[in-house]
Nanobody, 124 residues
Framework: QLQASGGGLVQAGGSLRLSCAAS????????MGWFRQAPGKAREFVAG????????DYSDSVRGRFTISRDNAKNTVYLQMNSLKSEDTAVYSC???????????????????WGQGTLVTVSS
């Protein structure tokens, strides 16, 4: 089970940190990721991190502004979002897979487990 939290309303230029707590899986061996879905748009990959935290990938739209990290002792993955823009408004969901992270991680089919979303609203 994946439980995301930390969403809310923030002004453009502000920051938020999302958390996703995992249970029922061997978290430290799972690749973790974040996706988002804006109203009327398809779900899109945001960021991914391998099980050790040594590899991270980001979509071009968030690279340099967002940082994904994990704490295996707490079974939690984080998404630090800085310099938020109105176009970042979306429902953010975390995902997990036992697969090794590769270029296919940007596709929804790569991921085996999904959590419920948390809404992030950025006001301009």
């Amino acid at each position: 089970q994946l439980q995301a939290s930390g969403g809310g309303l923030v002004q453009a230029g502000g920051s938020l940190r999302l958390s996703c707590a995992a249970s029922g899986v061997t978290f430290s061996t799972y690749t973790m990721g974040w996706f988002r879905q804006a109203p009327g748009k398809a779900r899109e990959f945001v960021a991914g991190i391998n099980w050790t935290g040594s590899r991270t990938d980001y979509s071009d739209s968030v690279r340099g502004r967002f940082t994904i990290s994990r704490d295996n002792a707490k079974n939690t993955v984080y998404l630090q979002m800085n310099s938020l823009k109105s176009e970042d408004t979306a429902v953010y969901s975390c995902a997990a897979t036992g697969r090794v992270m590769d270029s296919l991680a940007t596709r929804s089919q790569f991921w085996g487990y999904w959590g419920q979303g948390t809404l992030v609203t950025v006001s301009s």
